[in-house]
């Protein structure tokens, strides 16, 4: 935590805004830079530091039940991971990254419907979460263009460096909403 928040305040941002409560004043300042970032690496810096930032409960219970599940997952223990994340999620219900990590895992086990429904109730926890917007557009491309395309508009505003989900943004458009003359 100490090392993001030396990359924080390098970043230009006062110390006001690393005040308590720290971890929300980060973010906000975080995002705030992603969507000004003028390259593509900064961009990416900023990205894997709010990673970072979510990947932290605040409990070294629900961080120690969510690195077994990943173990799992890596694994292909499958049923074991999705005891771990389902216990993290009932223990710790305000923590975004454990419902999209959730989803990720009802996602490889087949369950899209799961899935949409937990990264929906990441991104009620946190509506900034850009990688939920991505996972649940991917889920609802097939059912409902339209309200992916707004997910991943949404997530390009967030963060406007990332060529990746521009051509993703651009390619959905036209099949949405066609081509302009």
Same mark, same amino acid.
């Given at each position: 935590m100490r090392r993001i928040l030396v990359a924080f305040l390098a970043l230009g941002l006062s110390a006001a805004q690393a005040g308590a409560p720290p971890r929300a004043n980060l973010l906000d300042g975080l995002f705030q830079k992603l969507r000004q970032a003028e390259d593509p690496q900064t961009a990416a810096q900023l990205r894997g530091m709010i990673a970072a930032l979510w990947s932290r409960s605040g409990s070294p219970t629900a961080d120690l039940l969510m690195a077994?599940?990943?173990?799992?997952?890596?694994?292909?223990?499958?049923?074991?991971?999705?005891?771990? /994340?389902? $216990?993290? &999620?009932?223990l710790y219900p305000d923590w975004g990254q454990?419902?999209?990590?959730?989803?990720?895992?009802a996602v490889e086990d087949g369950d899209r419907d799961a899935a949409m429904l937990d990264l929906s109730k990441a991104l009620s926890i946190e509506p900034r979460d850009f990688l939920a917007m991505r996972q649940l557009s991917e889920l609802l491309r097939d059912s409902r263009k339209a309200e992916a395309l707004d997910l991943l508009r949404r997530a390009a505003e967030l963060d406007p460096q990332d060529a990746g989900l521009a051509h993703e943004v651009?390619? /959905?458009? $036209?099949? &949405?909403?066609?081509?302009g003359i």
């Open positions: 077994r599940a990943e173990t799992a997952l890596r694994a292909q223990n499958a049923d074991v991971a999705a005891k771990l /994340l389902d $216990r993290v &999620v009932s454990a419902w999209r990590r959730r989803a990720q895992s651009e390619a /959905l458009s $036209r099949e &949405v909403e066609g081509r």
